[in-house]
């Protein structure tokens, strides 16, 4: 992950807040230190050919948005893939 200690950085700083990551990487590549300050994350990369104007908050059907505490509990079960 390009930047990741900036992020970090960001993030501590900002932890008062509800956060929301938007992001082209895949959710198995998002590390677990990161999930915990976020309140939602946007992941996957926007894909033309699939673009959507129906699911908010993502532009293409390939992409997630999800509550990050969700996403955190699932690794914790052992969900493969999370």
Do not use: C, H
């Amino acid at each position: 992950m390009e930047q990741i200690s900036e992020v970090y950085s960001l993030v501590d700083k900002l932890s008062d807040f509800d956060l929301a990551l938007y992001t082209g990487y895949e959710l198995n590549q998002i590390p677990r230190r990161l999930l915990v300050y976020l309140e939602w994350i946007k992941t996957g990369p926007f894909v033309r050919e699939q673009r959507t104007t129906t699911q908010p908050f993502i532009g293409s059907k390939n992409q997630q948005f999800l509550r990050a505490r969700d996403v955190l509990t699932r690794r914790d079960e052992g969900v493969v893939g999370i």
